[in-house]
């Protein structure tokens, strides 16, 4: 396989065009022959026009791909080696949404060839390809796996908005469902994965290893949040604990912070569900997804009673929040936690106004039916800096006195500044 590919015998497709699959394809393409597949026509456009729809790539990056931009699944016939990373996302129930990866292993299902691959880059639950994918694509192909076609998983560790990490630079785990599928996989990953791969030794393992990264992140932002909000009772700057502890050797270094976005805060619900499903009902990783779900309602109580004790009624009170995306420097606004705070702030009747330079109001109107403010007042009784965007870093304390009236409260969710209390009260996790 690989040997072909390389001689563009055989064509490479890319199924699902986001924040993994795009920068993934563009990666391929600048070697070998590539079919850049996504169900968005409106995404193919721009693509199409050497425009990254999710923001995270330049146009320049797009120069010398040999890559054929489609919205027409049909297309993918005409290639052999394919790989799936459309997006694993959870329902209203906090249960795995497996609809766009078994309907992206149709669309693959439907034009299987004998000898084809299929790679899975969706992060999914140990077992979820071999169990949930490979039958649709079976059944679809008429195909049997192992035999026909080979099948391979190979999880994205992709951080968006992070310039000094781009895909070529992070070593990337692969798995094939026998040794000749693994070896032929680790060749054509390995051809732009300039920092290596490592083959795992089977695909659960491979599966399982991506969902337990997140996992562990999650838990352990989740301790720092229980901590935040242990010291905020006693008045301890945590900032300063971490800070004092961390000079320890084995001291891990996470802090407090608002945990969304469609990674961390999602794919632990992935584990659970299967954990669930096999008999062993999860304790630890619950526990810290709910604290960490519990912050923004946590952040608001805070800044409500901050506000009382300042003898402000918060029904007549005027917020800003600065930030809205789930993390620093992206775009992205899904599964934002700022809009849990947002809203929690608003139950209280609070006149809430939110900016932030990254995130699109038309997609902020449409996906939270919150309206972003043009231009910012000069008579807040608070402002939440509620993500660490590069342009915040650098605000001094003349900043937020000039925006806010008397008496007003810094909220500083990142613990980007270290202001005293010179005019302002300054409260960060
Ligand atoms: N974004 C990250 O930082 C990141 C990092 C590691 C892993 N992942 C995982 O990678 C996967 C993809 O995430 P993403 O952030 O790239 O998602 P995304 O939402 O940015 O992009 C997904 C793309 O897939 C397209 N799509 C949806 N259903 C499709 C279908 N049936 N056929 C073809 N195209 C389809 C969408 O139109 C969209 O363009 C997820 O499993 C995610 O958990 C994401």
């Known amino acids: 396989m690989f040997k072909e590919i390389q001689e563009k015998k055989k064509v490479i497709s890319v199924t699902g065009l986001g924040y993994v699959g795009l920068p993934l394809a563009l990666a391929f393409a600048k070697k070998f022959k590539v079919i850049g597949f996504d169900i968005s026509k409106e995404r193919v456009e721009l693509m199409r026009k050497n425009i990254d729809p999710s923001k995270e790539l330049e146009s320049s990056d797009f120069d010398g791909a040999d890559i054929k931009f489609t919205y027409d699944a049909k297309d993918l016939a005409e290639a052999h080696f394919h790989i799936i990373g459309v997006p694993t996302d959870i329902d209203s129930h906090k249960v795995p949404n497996l609809t766009p990866l078994k309907k992206a292993s149709e669309s693959v299902g439907k034009i299987l060839k004998k000898g084809d ?113 242990i010291f905020d009772l006693m008045d301890i700057d945590t900032k300063e604990v971490l800070k004092a502890a961390g000079t320890k050797w084995n001291f891990l270094k996470f802090f407090p912070g608002l945990v969304g976005g469609h990674c961390i805060g999602v794919d632990p619900y992935y584990l659970v569900h299967k954990s669930k499903k096999i008999g062993y009902d999860p304790q630890v990783i619950l526990s810290g997804r709910r604290i960490n779900d519990q912050m923004p309602a946590f952040i608001a ?64 109107a449409h996906e939270y039916k919150l309206t972003m403010v043009d231009k910012i007042s000069d008579d807040y009784d608070a402002v939440i800096v509620a993500v660490a965007h590069k342009e915040y870093q650098e605000l001094s304390n003349e900043y937020f006195k000039s925006i806010t009236n008397e008496k007003p409260i810094i909220m500083d969710l990142k613990g980007i500044y270290n202001f005293s209390d010179n005019g302002l009260v300054y409260w960060r996790l």
Do not use: W
């Open 117 to 229: 691959y299929v790679i899975y880059e969706s992060t999914v639950y140990p077992g979820c390809t071999e169990e949930d994918c490979v039958p649709i694509l079976e059944k679809l192909s008429g195909l049997k796996m192992g035999e026909d076609f080979k099948v391979g998983y190979s999880p994205e560790r992709i951080n968006p908005g992070d310039k000094a990490r781009p895909l070529t630079k992070i070593l990337k785990i692969v798995s094939g469902c026998d040794e000749e599928s693994l070896e032929e996989i680790a060749s054509v990953y390995e051809s732009i994965i300039e920092a290596g791969i490592y083959k795992a030794p089977t695909i659960k393992v491979a599966e399982a290893a991506k969902i337990i990264e997140n996992t562990q992140r999650d838990l352990n932002i989740s301790l720092m949040n229980e901590l935040s909000m």
């Open 301 to 364: 109580k805070r800044l409500i009673q901050m506000l009382i004790q300042r003898g402000k009624n918060p029904q007549e009170t005027k917020v800003l929040v600065k930030g809205i995306t789930f993390k620093e420097d992206v775009a992205d606004i899904r599964n934002s936690k700022v809009v849990d705070l947002i809203r929690e702030l608003m139950e209280f009747s609070i006149n809430v106004h939110v900016v932030d330079p990254h995130a699109s109001p038309n997609e902020v």
